[in-house]
């Protein structure tokens, strides 16, 4: 990887060059992505005799290269590239051995972070993170409690998906096999409950490495009557959070209910007092279902 810059015609001709470099070719050649170095493949003066040395490396004063490389999609190489003007001796090349799982292992975590950070801004969502044949990595038990909710009689004792999911996963993880271009949005999964619940389930694939994907489950409840929201200007998550005030839920069984953090509950609270002009929960519930109580 160089540093990253616009686009320029240097670029346009180290790309049209890039296999050409050995250690690349023998990576493409072999499937496999060892730690080699350029000395290891040609001789200085091998290296000089290529057009990628005389057009691109002998302007940046590169005479070795020793790339790391990193997990990509199937048909894509990606690396990390050490380059400089005097060879690598074995012993440097060695000790990157050495480090090479731990920076594989870091490029995963960036990108597993990276998924679940765009998997849902507001912090609702579960999710359950994946390898690229469906097989769940890490989970959390409420994420597979909801699972459950939604597909009666499947067993939350053990990591295994029910089969509608199982199929839908399936289906989705093919993306992973499209390696000239990138993964098309898939369908999400809609699953309803006794017409006052809705699970929805999408697949976000892990782009950059083709090795993870990340499961996402968000659920919508309905339990707040239609009436409230035009009257007072709430919004659907304020809707909902008011309705379970009604029944006399505490913070952190509202949070839990909603799969959000009593913070994120609290902060809701503050702005149902606000539009509904009121300084507790007790008068917040009376206020907005005053009208059910007369009727």
Not at 10 to 36: C, K, M, N, Q, Y
Not at 243 to 253: A, D, I
Request: with cysteine; charged share 25%; glycine share 6%.
């Amino acid at each position: 990887m160089y540093p990253q810059r616009s686009p320029s015609k240097e670029d346009a001709e180290f790309a049209g060059l890039l296999l050409e470099h050995p250690v690349f070719e023998a990576w493409a050649r072999t499937g496999s992505t060892p730690t080699i170095r350029r000395s290891d493949l040609l001789s200085s003066r091998e290296w000089h005799r290529q057009a990628l040395y005389q057009n691109i490396y002998k302007r940046w004063a590169c005479e070795d290269s020793m790339p790391v490389g990193l997990p990509a999609p199937a048909g894509l190489i990606a690396c990390l590239c050490s380059e400089r003007d005097i060879d690598f001796t074995e012993t440097e090349r060695d000790l990157v051995d050495l480090v090479r799982p731990h920076i594989v292992q870091m490029y995963r975590s960036a990108e597993m972070l990276s998924m679940l950070a765009d998997a849902s801004p507001s912090g609702g969502a579960r999710t359950i993170m994946l390898d690229r044949d469906g097989r769940p990595l890490l989970a959390t038990q409420t994420a597979w409690d909801l699972m459950a909710t939604y597909f009666p009689g499947h067993s939350t004792l053990a990591p295994v998906f029910p089969a509608p999911v199982g199929s839908w996963l399936q289906a989705q993880l093919t993306r992973f096999d499209r390696a000239s271009e990138l993964p098309v949005p898939g369908a999400p999964l809609v699953v309803s409950k006794d017409g006052h619940g809705r699970l929805t389930l999408r697949l976000i694939l892990g782009e950059r490495t083709g090795e993870q994907a990340l499961l996402v489950l968000e659920e919508r409840r309905e339990t707040a009557p239609a009436s409230v929201l035009p009257r007072f200007g709430l919004s659907l998550r304020e809707e909902e959070i008011l309705s379970l005030l009604r029944l006399g839920k505490p913070s952190r069984e509202i949070a839990d209910t909603l799969f959000v953090s009593r913070r994120t509950v609290e902060k809701h609270l503050e702005n149902i007092y606000c539009k509904l002009g009121v300084e507790n929960r007790t008068a917040a519930v009376m206020v907005a279902y005053s009208g059910d109580q007369e009727r």
